[in-house]
Antibody, heavy 124, light 111 residues
Framework: QILLQESGPGLVKPSETLSLTCNVSGGSLSSSRYYWGWIRQSPGRGLEWIASVFYSGNNYYNPSLKSRVTTSLDTSKNEFSLRLTSVTAADTAFYYC????????????????WGQGTLVSVSS | QPVLTQPPSVSGAPGQTVSISCTGTSSNIGAKYDVQWYQQLPGTAPKLLIYGNFNRHSGVPDRFSVSKSGTSASLAITGLQGGDEADYYCQSYDRRLESWVFGGGTKLTVL
């Protein structure tokens, strides 16, 4: 079983950058069978996929967020990160990292293990 | 608005069977993309229940089953237990949005 744990500030000011890190245990970030995903959840927007990253750099981003999202992955630390720029109140949400089983055709991939989530509030 | 449509709530008595629908379009479920189902217990993260349309994730009892037809899918839970009280979400891929997408979630109440 893969265990994931998010970390990062719980409060970010409007227009600033949200930064989160996900530490992974029980799985390798350089696995060819896994992408590593970010998903957020808010009352207004429900569950929303943000990004999926691969150790080779072949990443996928939600087109609606792509212009504001940067991701990175550090195999030596077994962690991956999310940066979301120019945040507004609409970015207030629980942010989850998850392992995404990536065998076969891309649309068939699924999120099999999730971190516990971290609440990020955007407020001055 | 969520891309996949689910009823906001369903309820049933212990031992009964409930069903949760998930309706999409020709750009997601109707495009024959797989549907996944997740369970979110109160105050916790979503957990994978069903993947690849019909496959139960490890440890998921066979009281949980699914069906899929056209642009819709459905999760059935038989022999309802108090521990089944949770929010349930369907998930697929949308080729028009080029995104993995989720339903709005259904709150299951065990009476």
């Amino acid at each position: 079983q893969i265990l994931l744990q998010e970390s990062g500030p719980g409060l970010v000011k409007p227009s600033e950058t949200l930064s989160l890190t996900c530490n992974v245990s029980g799985g390798s970030l350089s696995s060819s069978r896994y992408y590593w995903g970010w998903i957020r959840q808010s009352p207004g927007r429900g569950l929303e996929w943000i990004a999926s990253v691969f150790y080779s750099g072949n990443n996928y981003y939600n087109p609606s967020l792509k212009s504001r999202v940067t991701t990175s992955l550090d195999t030596s630390k077994n962690e991956f990160s999310l940066r979301l720029t120019s945040v507004t109140a609409a970015d207030t949400a629980f942010y989850y990292c998850a392992s995404q089983y990536a065998s076969g055709w891309t649309p068939l991939w699924y999120f099999d293990f999730w971190g516990q989530g971290t609440l990020v509030s955007v407020s001055s | 608005q969520p891309v996949l449509t689910q009823p906001p709530s369903v309820s049933g008595a212990p031992g009964q069977t409930v069903s949760i629908s998930c309706t999409g379009t020709s750009s997601n479920i109707g495009a024959k993309y797989d549907v996944q189902w997740y369970q979110q217990l109160p105050g916790t993260a979503p957990k994978l229940l069903i993947y690849g349309n019909f496959n139960r994730h490890s440890g998921v009892p066979d009281r949980f089953s699914v069906s899929k037809s056209g642009t819709s899918a459905s999760l059935a839970i038989t022999g309802l237990q108090g521990g089944d009280e949770a929010d349930y979400y369907c998930q697929s891929y949308d080729r028009r949005l080029e995104s993995w997408v989720f339903g709005g979630g259904t709150k299951l109440t065990v009476l």
